[in-house]
């Protein structure tokens, strides 16, 4: 898995890279943590919305404080 740095159009976002897979979206925030999010949990439609925020490069961070928020399959230290 490669990530990708975050464009953060805004500025203002604690995701610095994703990563996309088929079924899922991998997120690290500025902690360094990396959280990955799938089709089982969350669920598909969150995870592809959140796949349509990162490739935007606006809004990842606060759609998940807003809807998925500790909903993540799991969590690992580093990529």
Sequence with gaps: MLPERYRNVNGDSGVTHY???????????QDAAVYIYDWVRPGRSYVEQMKAHAIAGRGLGTYISRHVRKAYARKQQSW
């Design 19 to 29: 990563a996309i897979g088929s079924d899922f979206i991998a997120v690290q925030f």
